[in-house]
């Protein structure tokens, strides 16, 4: 069954950065984008910010403009999420998932990484 | 603050129908019929049930099923079964390369 592969647990200081990994089928980057979404505990869905890595172009909230960078590594068909200047509000789980980027949904999910932020 | 809104819970017995709103503005929902909606269960990742308002992807029951009218989407499930208890997010594209979703509804089946 096709899976996106996420990296384990992270826990991390306040002010301190944390890199995500997220492994795709081989096709994916040619055919898709990568989204990030993620969690806080108890909470809702937040959409961070989208890679399109055909077109090597990026996309964030407004919300984590300066603080969040989306890569993707075409030749080991990983994306990475970094996310800058931890606070304990960063503390949450955070998804990666496949989008259809013609119509915008996302059709892949990963299982997800935690990421505590604790001094 | 959820770019969508949606109620925060609702419930319904085995075998009925209930119906999730999700409101949004000109902006999105009004503009794009690029509304999408999740299934999550405790613990899990979020599955993709409805996609572009109205359409089913391969394996999802068809007794979910999605609309739009204005600035709101509609997520409605028919004969309601205990594994659809579950929260569920709606998502739309909101331009410029952007997404947003509601805050989530908790479906309890009595």
């Not at chain 2, 997520?75 to 410029?96: H, N």
Request: aromatic share 10%; charged share 15%; glycine share 10%.
């Amino acid at each position: 069954q096709v899976q996106l592969m996420q990296s384990g647990a992270e826990v991390k200081k306040p002010g301190s950065s944390v890199k995500v990994s997220c492994k795709a089928p081989g096709d994916t980057f040619i055919s898709y984008a990568i989204s990030w979404m993620r969690q806080a505990p108890g909470q809702g869905l937040e959409w961070m910010g989208t890679i399109i890595p055909i077109l090597k172009t990026s996309n964030y909230a407004q919300k984590f403009q300066g603080r969040v960078t989306i890569t993707a590594d075409e030749s080991s068909s990983t994306a990475y999420m970094e996310l800058s200047s931890l606070t304990s509000e960063d503390t949450a789980v955070y998804y990666c998932a496949r989008c259809q980027w013609e119509v915008k949904y996302f059709d892949l999910w990963g299982r997800g990484t935690l990421v505590t932020v604790s001094s | 603050q959820s770019a969508l809104t949606q109620p925060a819970s609702v419930s319904g017995s085995p075998g009925q129908s209930i119906t999730i709103s999700c409101t949004g503005s000109s902006s999105d929902i009004g503009t794009f019929n690029l509304v999408s909606w999740y299934q999550q269960h405790p613990g899990k990742a979020p599955k993709l049930i409805i996609y572009e308002v109205i359409k089913r992807p391969s394996g999802v029951s068809n007794r979910f099923s999605g609309s739009k009218s204005g600035n709101t989407a509609s997520l409605t499930i028919s004969g309601l079964q205990a594994e659809d208890e579950a929260e569920y997010y709606c998502c739309s594209y909101t331009g410029s390369r952007t997404f947003g979703f509601g805050g989530g509804t908790k479906l309890t089946v009595l």
